[in-house]
């Protein structure tokens, strides 16, 4: 019942531990120097420092059973990409074989629905479908895909993993917070006068993380399991955080064009003269697919729970207003 979790600071990773506690596990968590340690703050976990280079890192997880690999590098700026490949690539294949060499019995990776990418038609797709990776849009998505296959190689040459693929989380101890919690609070911070037409598919973060656990238990090693729930609309999200606060929602919808343009001259020309880019380029154009998932797979083999969007949402409001990121 003993648990190594790496990104436990995170959004999904406080999540998990918070239930991996709550169901009697006793936690041991990998913590980079300097990091924010606020999610972690009065919980009964074993923090200790290093990184996924540290040749050592097996010491530390030795003793313990299981093992989550949370931890991501998580960036939309083309600047980043190097992190991204050495931290998300390069990083996962460093903590497998360190949790090999300790003799974890198990292994659960958090990959994400951006390394299966989305159907060019907008249709939703499930574990079945992956886009060619030269369609991945973004170093993110790239890193991510390249993940997940270091890991579905670790399974195939007999490692015990599971790997796991969040949709997108919304609910409390998004601390950074998260593209999506960067929507809720622009919406309750009145900073968003018009939306773009972009659809997601929406998963209350406790579920993601009884996922997690869900797949440590009843898992197939080597399979990938989708973690989520509702598909909706850009506009539906507004619509349904409107309803929650009060506060209207934006009527007008912005052209793909325009903030395409006003992205590009930010990052590759503003940038390179000093001045730091507001909007990501990667992000604009993710935001031009429709990124629509089936979770069935999860439901039916893990029992992924399939908690209302609408209190999950109204979670994360609550949480982001009483942790003063709204005045």
Not at 52 to 68: E, H
Not at 84 to 105: D, P, S
Not at 165 to 181: A, F, H, L
Not at 243 to 259: D, K, M, N, Q, S
Request: proline share 6%.
């Amino acid at each position: 019942m003993r648990v190594f979790v790496t990104g436990a600071t995170g959004f999904v990773g406080a999540n998990l531990v918070r239930l991996l506690l709550q169901q009697g596990y006793t936690v041991k968590t990998l913590v980079r120097p300097h990091s924010n340690i606020g999610n972690l703050k009065g919980l009964d976990v074993e923090i200790v420092e290093g990184d996924f280079s540290n040749q050592y890192l097996w010491r530390q997880m030795a003793g313990c059973r299981y093992l989550f690999h949370v931890a991501a590098q998580y960036s939309l700026w083309q600047k980043d990409r190097d992190l991204l490949y050495q931290n998300n690539v390069l990083g996962t294949l460093q903590v497998l074989e360190a949790a090999q060499k300790a003799g974890i019995e198990r292994t659960v990776y958090t990959s994400s629905v951006a390394a299966i990418g989305v159907n060019p038609s907008g249709e939703v797709v499930n574990e079945t479908y992956q886009s060619p990776v030269h369609k991945l849009i973004g170093h993110y998505k790239k890193s991510k895909f390249l993940a997940e296959q270091e890991a579905m190689q670790a399974a195939a040459k007999g490692q015990d993993v599971v790997i796991v693929n969040p949709s997108t989380p919304i609910g409390p101890w998004d601390i950074k917070p998260t593209p999506t919690g960067d929507i809720i609070l622009r919406f309750l911070r009145r900073q968003m006068p018009a939306y773009v037409n972009t659809g997601l598919n929406l998963i209350d973060v406790r579920d993601v993380a009884w996922g997690h656990l869900l797949a440590l238990e009843k898992g197939k090693s080597g399979d990938r399991y989708i973690l989520g729930h509702q598909n909706l609309s850009l506009k539906e999200l507004l619509e349904k955080l409107s309803e929650i606060t009060g506060l209207p929602a934006p009527r007008w919808t912005v052209p793909g064009w325009l903030p395409l343009t006003v992205a590009w001259i930010e990052e590759k020309i503003l940038a390179p003269l000093g001045k730091p880019p507001s909007v990501p380029l990667d992000g604009v154009r993710m935001a031009q697919q429709t990124m629509y998932y089936d979770a069935s797979k999860a439901v039916k083999e893990l029992g992924l729970p399939q908690s209302p969007v609408d209190i999950a949402l109204k979670d994360a409001v609550n949480w982001f207003i009483s942790q003063g990121y709204v005045k």
